[in-house]
């Protein structure tokens, strides 16, 4: 892979979208399907690359970033592994009776089969769950294991003992000394509404007793049956897994020391007479007509299951023939799972609203006609952003097709009216919370308030991060107090946090507050009257406006009122200098891009991104008033860098594996105050790596580039001896 720092923004945007559908590929196959295509090392690979690229392409993280959602780490899970001794295997998907014959055909031609030889197909439907693998030995549990990857799993012995349908103990004298028992970890449907009611009302009681007020937005629930079922299974304290109503079913075996029958039907009956559920749809089939028509069976039963189903599994009968047709990849040739489409329904779009984001994001969300899909009722719809309106063509009124597959939140597939002349759909051009503009930036489809520090959607968010530890790091100001000063009222906006003083009796009056703790919170404020500009900066949560962004232009302008001078003189520039008609968009980039660094003074790592959020911001009315209120109440001093005088000053450092006594942060906070460049990855420009315990590629390149390399006690010598 080529490094970050020789990418061009265009080769790493291009990368990054690579990465996103990648990864959620990876993951929907992990979640969805359990059926993952690559090894979690692999999968972890991915993430690092995309981590790297974003940070060092802050400017190009999308959205859909891998970064902002939970992958499926299975090295973060606190279980313990367990190799298993057979693979467990995923399964090749059929889609329409095209593909089952095709799949049958395949295994005729495979066997070399006469045309008159039936083959046993062994038919049940496919139950949404959680893999896990059960070891026998005489007769006796001793351990559960989920998929995992196929090869190695996480170890839950102690949480499946909660599970009435999996048996303790085998009774019957013949079982074989070893044996795996394999099937699906699942949760009924009812159990899983009941459960996601149960953590609402915990919740809500929670937040009685505590006095605050209760989000039901920020209850955490789960999506599915299934993400219900994996997140109760894998659990460190099986008490938990234990008040979970968790069900199993079986749907074959793993590493056995005998299999005492000849075909898969009758080894299914075996182990139910074991004690394990298996699907009430086994059966044994002799046709492809037979197959489907006990595919549309399963299928016209769905909707009254209490369990999800997303298919129906056939496999080889014969194990003689499932051993001579062995596997392709991780998939097994004698079975194969034949899916159910998505479900879709039909109805109206009775409204789009926009909904803003914490982060100002402007969603619409399509307001529909109720309708039955797959036996649930959908009432509103995503859709996405002003691009997903425009392609789609919906308007208020239109008639459209709604989708709704797996967990996925229901989706527009169709405009019936798409075709019938009328006014198109206006995406607001202002922010429906706070009336300031709402705007996307140039290559960007989300559409963004622009209100940032006077959007109420926005505003406790960027209060948290106003006072959170890397911007004014205003000690003892946590979220609730924010919230709960916000909802009084007394926190409109940054500069109010200093006019608390004000409010001394109020805070007092407030059930757990004392004059101690409130004299705390007064004194903690008080200090940051005179607030390092950097951090101010960083603090007003400027997008592309980061930390490193805001110490790099604090060090150019030195006092923090020429920002807006800069910002209002890049916003003429712009207005004044727009992309030539022969222009072509890079040579025109460029210039902007020099423009940027010309007027902010800052030439490394800076440039018409950041410029124009700079100049947007200062732009908005209510942004300057903003500006200006906290101005009154805050003199940061002009910025200066001391540098040390050190032996790592100019130079650029990496650091990678492990650090023990000190965090990633501290260590690169370390590596500024000592006048170097903290990176964070290796390239030729790098002058040292200091690599902790575990470091992987980026200790091998440097190795490779002839790159001096210390260890975390070398670093430590460094700063000591620099004071
Ligand atoms: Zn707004």
Redesign the pocket.
Known sequence: MSDTEKLTEADAANELMRLAREIAKHDKLYHANDAPEITDQEYDALVRRNRELEEAFPRLVRDDSPSKKVGHEIAASPLSKVAHEVRMMSLDNGFNREEVEEWTQRVRRFLSLDENETVAITAEDKIDGLSCSLRYEQGKLVRAATRGDGQVGEDVTPNVAFIADIPQQIDDPNVPDVFEVRGEVYMSKQDFTALNVALLDAAKTDAAEKGEDFDPARVRQFANPRNAAAGSLRQKDASVTAKRPLKFWAYGWGAASDVPNASQHDMMRLIEAWGFPVSPFLTVTDSVDAMIAHYDEIGRQRPDLGYEIDGVVYKVDRLDWQQRLGSVGKAPRWALAHKFPAERAETTLEAIDIQ?GRT?KLTPVGRLAPVLVGGVTVTNVTLHNRDEIERLGVRPGDRIVVQRAGDVIPQVVENLTGDIEREPYLFPAN?P??E?EAVAEDDEVDVR?T?GLI?P??RIQRLEHFVSRKALDIEGFGTKTIEQFFALGWLESPADIFRLRERREDILALEGWQDKSVDNLLVAVEEKRAPDAARLLFGLGIRHVGETTSRDLMKALGDISELRVAAEKFFTYRAENPQGEDEKASPFKARVDQAAKDIFGVTDGFGATAAHSLADFFHEAHNVTVWQDLMSQVRPPHYEVETLDSPVAGKTVVFTGKLETMSRDEAKAQAERLGAKASGSVSAKTDLLVAGPGAGSKLKKAEALGIEVIDEAGWADIVAAAG
Do not use: D
């Open positions: 803003v100002g922010c919370e706070c300031s308030c209100g959007c959607a926005q």
